[in-house]
């Protein structure tokens, strides 16, 4: 059964204060606050990749659940039966692990599965390594990608079922400018096919122009 506790986000992930990633955080925290987002999402001068990779991955991950967190009362099973996103987007959850074969579930459900599989891949040690000298994986970049092709999927559902509550309650400029940030972070290392952000290609074509 679908319990109302599961609908609260996540917990925030948080990055250990003194290690490597904890120190990339805060320059990006700082470049972030010069308001250049272009120049936000740049690899540091002779930072390693899949450093910036994790940091960036768990700043969003933390992002879209308070995003997400401020209209779980309105994204309910009987409201959202499918995640989706506009009639010609439906997703289907599937993680390979514990759910091989996609199977369909309401929006609030998926998000629910995404953000926990999200959560215990940055828990793992294996993949995303907290200790200096312990090297990423070498599947760690398609990792990546497949968590920010499916945390596209919330920002997609949120813009096409939820728009007007996120204005009703002023955090339509937030949502707009977190959005622009991912885009141009999965675009500066290709991390997600065009293809995927087809529900919200107008949308983004007008952000990345202003």
Request: net charge neutral; with cysteine.
């Amino acid at each position: 059964m679908f319990s109302k506790k599961s609908q609260t986000f996540k917990p925030k992930k948080n990055i250990q204060e003194g290690s490597k990633q904890y120190q990339l955080k805060q320059y990006a925290e700082a470049t972030l606050g010069s308001g250049n987002l272009r120049a936000a999402v740049s690899l540091p001068p002779g930072e390693d990749l899949n450093e910036w990779l994790a940091v960036n991955t768990v700043d969003f991950f933390n992002q879209i659940n308070m995003l997400y967190g401020t209209i779980t009362e309105f994204c309910t099973p009987s409201e959202c039966p499918v995640m989706s996103a506009g009639n010609k987007y439906e997703y289907h959850w599937a993680d390979g692990q514990t759910v091989k074969k996609a199977i369909k579930v309401s929006a609030p459900e998926y998000v629910d599965y995404l953000m926990t599989w999200v959560q215990s891949q940055l828990d793992d040690e294996s993949i995303f390594p907290s200790k200096i000298g312990v090297p990423f994986p070498k599947n760690f970049q398609p990792i990546v990608k497949t968590i920010f092709k499916r945390l596209f999927r919330v920002y997609a559902h949120i813009y096409h079922s939820h728009f007007q509550k996120i204005v009703n309650l002023g955090e339509e400029a937030h949502l707009n400018t977190s959005l622009k940030h991912f885009i141009f972070f999965i675009q500066e290392f290709n991390l997600v096919d065009k293809k995927e952000l087809g529900p919200l290609a107008e949308l983004i074509d007008t952000l990345i122009k202003n």
